[in-house]
């Protein structure tokens, strides 16, 4: 009967999810080609401003519904003195699905809207990846080595075209997230990548790196670390209401003076020091999961 019950919420929170992407999205596309058309900055500013609101909305919508049929208990600890006029670089370990919605609730209105980093490939999505374009995300296209072997005019390519994508972000404030560890944690992923950490997985600097060297107005880096009670995280069980129990820990780090550098991302030795700033951050992030872990985890 329980199960049951589960599923039916998680049968209504997506029905509710789709119904809020459909029909923000509704509006937000038009508006979203209006100024890819039109040429005038101020115009393209403003306009820019409005469809942040309605992705505001969005977030909003969510968060009512995860709190009307979850009624999840969620312990949040850390900073808060955020604002909406500073420019943030964000971080977090990444479980689940829900992390981006739980981020996102946490930060919505305190702070800029965040821009996610996103996968090339995922902007074909439907109706979502229109959206991600009009709000302005950055795409994120990587070439391999292969790749880069068979077509060398690839090299650098994708940098260039990252940084042309956030050239802009220095006129307004703006918090540009990008998961460190570049996927999500399974047991399979930690076990093949030899991490050195126990809850984690090896973070990339490349995103985070790429960030700093093209909006130098940002000077903290918020990290989140999500700490759930149950061992099955995927989306559904999300939905459906099965992880109740949720720790957040929110650090605002002041980011070193030297990687606030347009040359972080291309010069070695930068990017090296840089590299071994942010395993500290993941070493510290692996203690605290590690301190606060709950004794018991639910198998759903």
Excluded at 260 to 280: H, M, V
Aim: contains cysteine; positive net charge; charged residues 25%.
């Amino acid at each position: 009967m329980i199960r049951i019950k589960q599923n039916l919420i998680g049968i209504i929170s997506f029905s509710v999810l789709f119904l809020n992407t459909f029909l923000l999205a509704f509006i937000m596309i038009p508006l979203g080609v209006i100024k890819f058309v039109v040429p005038f900055r101020k115009f393209r500013a403003s306009l820019t401003k409005f469809i942040i609101k309605i992705g505001e909305i969005w977030i909003s919508v969510n968060s009512l519904w995860v709190i009307g049929f979850h009624k999840p208990n969620i312990e949040v600890n850390g900073v808060k003195n955020f604002d909406k006029e500073s420019w943030y670089l964000a971080t977090s370990n990444h479980q689940s699905a829900a992390d981006i919605f739980l981020v996102q609730r946490l930060t919505n209105r305190k702070i800029p809207i965040l821009k996610f980093f996103i996968k090339y490939v995922l902007a074909y999505v439907p109706i979502i990846g229109l959206c991600w374009w009009a709000l302005d995300m950055p795409f994120l296209r990587r070439y391999t080595k292969e790749d880069i072997r068979k077509n060398p005019y690839l090299k650098g390519r994708d940098y260039k075209k990252m940084r042309k994508s956030l050239e802009h972000y220095s006129l307004q404030p703006v918090s540009i997230f990008s998961y460190a560890e570049g996927t999500r944690f399974t047991e399979m992923k930690h076990t093949k990548q030899k991490s050195p950490y126990k809850n984690l997985l090896k973070p990339k600097e490349g995103g985070l790196a790429i960030a700093l060297s093209n909006v130098p107005k940002i000077k903290y880096l918020i990290d989140f670390t999500f700490i759930y009670d149950s061992e099955r995280k995927g989306f559904w069980y999300y939905l459906c209401g099965r992880m109740k129990n949720i720790k957040i820990f929110i650090h605002k780090i002041e980011i070193p003076s030297k990687f606030i550098n347009e040359n972080l991302a291309t010069n070695d030795s930068l990017r090296s020091d840089f590299k071994i700033w942010l395993n500290g951050v993941w070493s510290d992030k692996d203690q605290l999961i590690t301190e606060n872990k709950f004794s018991n985890l639910k198998k759903n």
